[in-house]
């Protein structure tokens, strides 16, 4: 859809609910609560850059549960919006770990070597 080109705070909340999916939703707040999820990403992520403190499996829970609600192309297209552009080198290794995208994707972003080393323990 011509709207949804590019992607705004303000046409964020009609986007994502074009692609909202989540059969046990019974209420408006339910969808809001899954879209805080890339909130608390961002923090997680900026937590990390600021202390060394990486909540991996924290971070992996609320990805696959944005990419089961979302999908992959609008999760990514969110993720984009919201995340700073510093902060892929972080985010990326755990969407390669999910199997959301490619080695081939987002090839310009070097991937943050410490996160990796949390991936490959797990």
């Known amino acids: 859809m011509e709207i949804f080109k590019n992607l705004t705070e303000e046409n964020l ?3 994502a609910a074009k692609h909202y ?17 890339f909130k608390y990403i961002k923090r997680l992520l900026n937590r990390y850059e600021d202390t060394g ?3 991996e499996r924290l971070i992996l829970n609320h990805l696959i549960i944005i990419f089961n609600t979302f999908g992959i192309e609008a999760s990514l297209k969110i993720l984009e919006l919201k995340c700073e ?9 755990f969407l390669i770990f999910l199997n959301y995208i ?19 323990k797990i």
């Open 53 to 55: 403190q990486l909540s």
């Open 85 to 93: 552009p510093d902060r892929w080198h972080i985010i990326k290794p």
């Open 13 to 15: 909340l009609l986007f």
């Open 102 to 120: 490619t080695q081939d994707q987002y090839k310009h972003i070097k991937m943050d070597k410490v996160v990796i080393e949390a991936l490959r």
């Open 21 to 37: 999916y989540n059969p046990r939703c019974t209420n408006i707040e339910e969808f809001y609560e899954d879209l805080k999820r």
